[in-house]
């Protein structure tokens, strides 16, 4: 496969990135996606500097290729975590939950990389008017916070709108899903919920196993109350969580029903009260894998069906 703008650019082998997963995307298994070829990424998530540090300097030890930070702008310690990415001058930032504008200038005179996530047209125009080097598309198949639109109807219509590159995320499981995306116009991939079952992931095995055992419908959206909704796999919590959602339950207490879950599904594996984040593709997700290997089956599940894409054309 031609290695695309993307790859040319942040100087990785494929065109996938790793999902920037809350609580999950720790610094090993960045370091590992890293080294198969594609762009690692460690989340920030809620956590302070140092732990951004922290992680950041355990994967320059674990690789010396690129990988990148994604920074949940709503954070309260987002200040301090954007001077931490310059001043450890990461290759690429992601970034979620709000607008990066003020942090542009310090992040682009370290010499890095960029790369909004986006729920709409509008905040994909937005980014590139800041300055960022690309922006990833992200529907609303995927796991975690999501927006409203679909990824085949968000990226076709992000491709158009601006002249950056456009990563496509949101249902890309497969060779297949990496096939449809460079159809729609994107140049490259991000993918979470795949990662989640690789052997590097250091999520509670429980989880793992909930990926692994899902179906088709195994998701629910919920918070779309608050104004942040986030898809997960079904289990007490969601359905707690959704009988009492529209109800005269307050935004506060709303809130802290779901205080801590995340971390209760990926550090205890609590099937009845963690809330375990997963995209729509779940049910499309039968084994664990090592990075390495899920890299190669996307690549190589790509080409095989870009190829055979031939008969189509007179």
């Keep these: 496969m031609n290695k695309g703008i993307i790859a040319e650019m942040l100087g990785i082998d494929y065109p996938v990135f790793q999902g920037g997963m809350a609580w999950i995307a720790d610094a090993k298994l960045a370091a590992a996606v890293s080294e198969a070829g594609g762009l690692g990424i460690i989340a920030a998530g809620n956590a302070d500097a140092d732990y951004v540090r922290e992680q950041v300097r355990k994967a320059k030890e674990l690789t010396d290729k690129p990988f990148g930070v994604n920074i949940m702008l709503l954070s309260p310690f987002a200040d301090d975590v954007a001077q931490v990415v310059a001043e450890e001058k990461v290759s690429v930032v992601t970034t979620g939950a709000g607008n990066p504008s003020k942090y542009m200038k310090l992040w682009l005179e370290a010499g890095i990389k960029v790369i909004p996530v986006v729920p709409s047209v509008a905040m994909a125009k937005l980014a590139e008017r800041c300055g960022a080097a690309a922006v990833i598309a992200e529907g609303g198949e995927s796991g975690g916070h999501i927006g409203e639109l679909t990824t085949m109807a968000l990226v076709p219509q992000v491709c158009d709108a601006v002249n950056i590159p456009v990563?496509?995320?949101?249902?890309?499981a497969d060779g297949r899903g990496v096939a449809a995306a460079f159809a729609l116009g994107a140049k490259a991939v991000q993918i979470g919920t795949r990662f989640l079952v690789a052997e590097e992931c250091g999520i509670h095995e429980?989880?793992?196993d909930k990926i692994i055992k899902a179906g088709d419908t195994a998701t629910a959206v919920t918070g779309r109350r608050l104004g942040h909704p986030v898809r997960s796999i079904r289990n007490q919590f969601t359905r707690q969580y959704a009988k009492v959602e529209y109800t005269d339950i307050s935004d506060e207490e709303l809130e802290k029903l779901a205080e801590g879950k995340l971390r209760?599904?990926?550090?205890?594996?609590d099937e009845k009260n963690g809330c375990f984040l997963s995209g729509q593709i779940a049910g499309m997700v039968t084994k664990k894998e090592t990075c390495s290997e899920i890299i190669s089956s996307l690549i190589s599940g790509a080409e095989e069906i870009i190829?055979?894409?031939e008969i189509w054309v007179k």
């Excluded at 209760?264 to 594996?269: E, L, N, S």
């Design 307 to 309: 190829g055979g894409l």
């Design 264 to 269: 209760v599904a990926v550090q205890d594996g």
């Design 167 to 172: 990563i496509a995320a949101g249902g890309i």
């Design 206 to 208: 429980n989880y793992k």
